[in-house]
């Protein structure tokens, strides 16, 4: 059994946020489990070409925006899963941080970080 505190997980700073890494690929379940933080007023262009994400929001609001402009409103009960490696823009709302938890399978490494530019999907 694992046991882990929000507090003793490692927590990497992303580019637009903040990742508790909960479990990742050392822990051998085959899936990561993050506690994620989208800080306010950002936008992300993301890309996971080695992992399917699903994320379910438990504060904040937000978007994930489609490539094609298909806006899809994030607050408090929903969740999206990206399901087909899917391209977006993460979007937290201006007055307030946008707040997930998140399953990727394949499990993460744990020490990833995005490569934040407005043109090209940040990818791992």
Known sequence: ??????????????????????????????????????????????????????????GGSGEVIELDGTVHPITPGRMYALDQHDPHYLVASAHEDLHLVCVFTPALQGDEVHSLDAHNSSAY
Do not use: P, Q
Not at 12 to 38: C, E, H, I, M, Q
């Open 1 to 58: 059994m694992i046991i882990r505190d929000l507090e003793t997980v490692k927590t990497v700073d992303w580019g637009n946020g903040l990742s508790a890494r909960f479990l990742t690929k050392d822990d051998g379940v085959g899936y990561s489990l993050t506690d994620t933080t989208v800080r306010a007023g950002t936008k992300s262009r993301l890309e996971y070409r080695n992992h399917l994400e699903a994320c379910y929001c438990i």
